[in-house]
């Protein structure tokens, strides 16, 4: 065997037919032909099946889409890997390897392979035999063998594919020394198993149906079937993706999720959702809808299209309210699972208040969020930078910033001697340069004397309409018609010093809605603004700021 010694069952290693004389149009690897053939085999299969439960009738079998599979399957998780463990587990040490005389005396016309052909046998089982197979500690409750199967199988072939069929031959016990060995199934299992038997042999399956060959890949999880749990991964992969099917690949057991093998293909569906839902202004309702696996999903991505991580940490406290109505039972999941998705050090330090009093949080876990999210905006920007390029490389994302809607803005306040506000804005030079010609972008909104605000820059024509330019405003928001006068001040970093510079003073009286500004902050044309020599981008950031102070 090629490789035997580097790894046994990676899908890559091959194994060379020692007998390939006359099979020149076999593929190296390729045991298609010695499937259930007693020339090629060393041991017979006995395949039990089981009488289904209820409501566990075939998945694969009449399902044409995802969504039938889906129905199909309505055991939840837990009891699936249940079952696994009591069918697999246990049987690969005693039981499923059922090597009593009685399955020997039913085999007896097996012992001439040459008489036999290579025909698969398949049995009905004597009432003898169901009784016995019904008593036995491992059957599922009122489940009886239907029918048998044998088959001839190799079992250098079969180990070379599963650590399943390896330790079943190679454990000392008095059953892997037996030409006979026998499984058992449930009859939901039975066109899968036989899928994944054929794969094992000719590294291809019949099946290309995505019920089909989600059977297969439950199939190879249970039976450590890599190679196979690669092939379906990939094929699935390559198929068209929808919400349903990318839900369902999230929610496949645990088991087969822990699997390098279809970690691609949960990975695709994380993509895929991420991408669906990017604009959530479009699919409110619908991603209200979504399991907890869906929602992970969506706000894993830095490319989340949001007014602000406020929004965000709004809409999962909404969706957890709804999915989890029991407080104990939404406090784990948000503080277990969903916190990790919500960017807290870039929310505004008013909603972080609001995070410190919601109950739906453990109030440790509230406290520990919220001072990481400070300790974050204390920091200077290059150290912030730095904390964000460490973490683009891992799972945890809290420090990398989305591409908002609305720019995240430091904001100081002050109550004495005079009610006043410090805002700081940082724009990138890629943000500035996709103002160009008429953009404009928003930062977050900030508060002085109970009112809101913010600050707008802008790409336009200064007033001769001579030359583009950039300006800088600021705005209240709607409130009414609230009347509030602010004397304000707009400054800038500009080299050699790297220190702020006033540019432009002024006074307003706001009322809702109303903005005011300087429409050439800087007084050069934009092409000198953003040249590569700008006075204005220190390492390629543009830092302002606006400090407001309420008249007397």
């Not at 060379?16 to 390729?30: F, H, K, Q, V």
Request: hydrophobic share 35%; proline share 4%.
């Amino acid at each position: 065997m090629k490789g035997s010694n580097t790894d046994l069952f990676d899908p890559s290693t091959e194994m060379d037919p020692l007998y390939s004389r006359g099979r020149s149009s076999c593929s190296d690897g390729d045991f298609g032909f010695a499937f259930n053939d007693s020339n090629f085999s060393d041991r017979v299969l006995r395949i039990e099946i089981m009488d289904d439960l209820p409501d566990n009738r075939s998945d694969g079998e009449g399902c044409t889409s995802i969504a039938d599979w889906a129905r199909h399957r309505k055991r939840r998780r837990e009891d699936i890997k249940k079952d696994n463990v009591a069918e697999v587990s246990l049987g690969a040490e005693e039981q499923i390897l059922s090597c009593n005389q009685s399955d020997m005396d039913d085999c007896v016309g097996c012992e001439n392979q040459d008489e036999e052909g290579e025909a698969m046998i398949e049995e009905l089982p004597s009432g003898d035999e169901a009784a016995d197979g019904s008593e036995s500690p491992w059957s599922m409750d009122c489940s009886t063998v239907v029918r048998v199967k044998t088959l001839h199988i190799s079992s250098p072939i079969l180990a070379a594919k599963s650590p399943f069929f390896y330790k079943l031959f190679s454990n000392g016990m008095r059953e892997s020394e037996q030409r006979h060995v026998t499984l058992r199934i449930n009859a939901s299992e039975e066109a899968a198993l036989m899928e994944l038997l054929n794969f094992m042999y000719s590294n291809s399956l019949s099946t290309n149906t995505a019920p089909g060959l989600l059977d297969v890949l439950m199939a190879a999880d249970k039976f450590e079937v890599a190679s196979c749990m690669r092939y379906c991964s990939r094929q699935l992969r390559n198929m068209p993706m929808t919400p349903e099917s990318a839900l369902l690949y999230l929610e496949l057991p645990s088991s087969v999720l822990m699997g390098d093998a279809v970690q691609p293909l949960t990975d695709a569906a994380k993509q895929y959702l991420a991408s669906r839902y990017r604009d959530m202004s479009k699919f409110q309702e619908e991603v209200m809808s979504l399991p907890l696996a869906g929602v992970e999903a969506i706000f894993s991505s830095d490319d989340l299209q949001v007014a602000s991580e406020d929004a965000v940490y709004d809409f999962v406290l909404k969706w957890a309210r709804v999915q989890y109505p029991k407080l104990e039972d939404r406090k784990e999941v948000l503080g277990g699972r969903l916190a990790r998705f919500i960017r807290f050090p870039y929310m505004t330090c008013r909603k972080l208040k609001k995070v410190l009093t919601c109950h739906d949080f453990d109030h440790e876990v509230a406290s520990k969020l919220v001072l990481e999210a400070l300790f974050f905006k204390a920091e200077a920007p290059h150290r912030q930078r730095s904390l964000a390029a460490e973490e683009t490389a891992s799972l945890n994302r809290r420090f990398v910033e989305r591409a908002y809607k609305y720019r995240p803005v430091k904001v100081v306040e002050f109550e004495l001697p005079r009610q006043q506000c410090v805002v700081y804005l940082d724009l990138k030079r890629e943000e500035c340069t996709n103002l160009f010609p008429s953009g404009r972008v928003y930062s977050q909104a900030f508060h002085l004397g109970g009112q809101g605000f913010f600050l707008s820059a802008h790409c336009n024509m200064d007033q001769q309409s001579s030359f583009h330019c950039f300006g800088l405003f600021l705005g209240m928001q709607e409130k009414g018609n609230v009347s509030f006068a602010v004397d304000y001040e707009f400054a800038a970093r500009s080299k050699p010093t790297e220190e702020f510079v006033s540019k432009y003073k002024g006074n307003y009286t706001f009322t809702g809605g109303k903005a005011v500004g300087y429409r050439n902050l800087f007084a050069i044309p934009w092409t000198s603004f953003m040249a590569e020599d700008s006075l204005y981008f220190i390492n390629g950031v543009l830092h302002l700021r606006a400090e407001l102070t309420i008249r007397q």
